[in-house]
């Protein structure tokens, strides 16, 4: 594993299909037995489908969105898997985030893991990262069986460094540290730190199955910041979109943006031939991001709902979803700003309704807004082209 600010991301190689695997496993039959997910047009550029439970769609696009999990946490909600987004372009997938059980859907969705080459992390929050060391420890470094889906190779990893310093306690007083020695590790320590709360697995692993050792399979980038004065007591001033990673598919851009305390939290672009998406990460209102969505495709945006009913929520947690988010209500108005004609909302979280009225969260959304929305469900594709 390697640690530096920024540079190309792996090409992977075309490996074995899953299908293969499943067959000898005599699973094949079963997996082809789920109905295919039915597409319909939107309006606007995109397309949209879902995938039925246990089905492997085919068929992506040149450049295709795949909602692998859109719950916001960190509670759990049974219905729905954390976040975590997939970029298919041209055959190569790029993950964004991943949130609780984004393997398992990554799996599920039909992608491959030997076509995954770069994984992008807006920001540390257990939520967004709960499944990522999975994708090594679990995806990459399982016994070379033939017909097994695994990584091809190392896959880019690229997200916040260390925050380096702590806010306050919200309402005042002292609050426990954890690692006082080291209280806001970023993503290179997080990565190394899990290579060693696994190492008696991997250890055992590597010497009696002869799998790959896990730490060849990350190829870690803490992204470097431009010289504008960011820091924990200033987490986004404003500042113009920089380049994060270059490949022979996409070119990846990133903000900042603020997310109550957390530091470094990113926003990220993704240009390709076919047309650009935007994520937002978590955010609440910035200038910053709609200066980097600015003519996407499509921007895929978090949201909150604390309105419509009674809120049962402590003045910490009201406080940090109102610092910290862009309720429903209000997204649509950042979209137009930006002049994109499809907005996907994704990491949800609804205070008054559970779950979701997704009709009365697409009517909240169109709200100063004269594009598609699209309230994002998991394992739902969307065609950009």
């Not at 990459?140 to 306690?169: C, E, H, M, T």
């Not at 010497?207 to 007591?233: C, N, Q, S, W, Y």
């Not at 598919?249 to 031939?273: E, M, N, Q």
Request: proline share 7%; with cysteine.
């Amino acid at each position: 594993m390697t640690f530096d600010s920024c540079c190309s991301a792996v090409p992977s190689e075309k490996g074995l299909p899953r299908r293969g695997f499943l067959g000898a496993l005599g699973l094949g039959a079963v997996v082809a037995s789920v109905a295919a997910c039915a597409s319909t047009d939107t309006p606007a550029a995109a397309s949209v489908a879902t995938a039925a439970s246990g089905a492997a769609p085919e068929g992506f696009g040149p450049l295709e969105l795949v909602l692998l999990g859109t719950e916001a946490g960190p509670p759990v909600e049974p219905s729905a898997a954390g976040i975590s987004t997939a970029l298919v372009v041209d055959g190569v997938t790029y993950v964004i985030d991943c949130g609780r059980a984004s393997l398992t859907q990554y799996v599920r969705s039909g992608l491959r893991l030997a076509d995954l080459r770069s994984i992008f992390v807006t920001h540390l929050h257990a939520d967004h990262v709960a499944d990522y060391y999975n994708y090594f420890l679990l995806g990459g470094s399982g016994p070379n069986i033939q017909f097994r889906d695994v990584l091809s190779g190392p896959v880019g990893v690229y997200g916040p460094g260390p925050a380096g310093g702590l806010g306050p306690k919200f309402g005042g007083g002292e609050a426990p540290t954890i690692s006082p020695e080291n209280p806001t590790p970023g993503i290179a320590e997080l990565t190394r730190k899990c290579h060693e709360a696994f190492a008696y697995s991997s250890n055992s692993f590597m010497r009696d199955t002869g799998v790959r050792d896990v730490r060849t399979l990350a190829d870690v980038h803490e992204i470097t910041l431009p010289a504008i004065g960011a820091t924990f007591e200033n987490t986004s001033p404003a500042m113009d979109p920089f380049v994060v990673m270059e490949d022979d598919r996409v070119k990846v851009s990133a903000v900042l943006v603020p997310h109550g305390p957390i530091f470094p939290a990113f926003a990220f672009r993704f240009d390709t031939a076919h047309g650009s998406v935007t994520f937002s990460g978590d955010t609440t209102y910035s200038e910053n991001l709609v200066r980097l969505a600015q003519g996407s495709d499509v921007l895929v945006h978090e949201a909150v709902n604390v309105q419509g009913g009674e809120v049962r929520l402590p003045p910490a947690a009201l406080d940090h979803m109102l610092q910290s988010h862009v309720e429903v209500q209000k997204v649509g108005e950042i979209a137009q700003r930006a002049g994109v004609p499809t907005l996907v909302i994704s990491h949800l979280i609804d205070f008054v309704t559970t779950p979701i009225d997704r009709d009365r969260w697409k009517a909240w959304a169109r709200e100063g807004y004269d594009g598609e929305v699209i309230v994002g469900e998991d394992l739902q594709r969307i065609r950009v082209s």
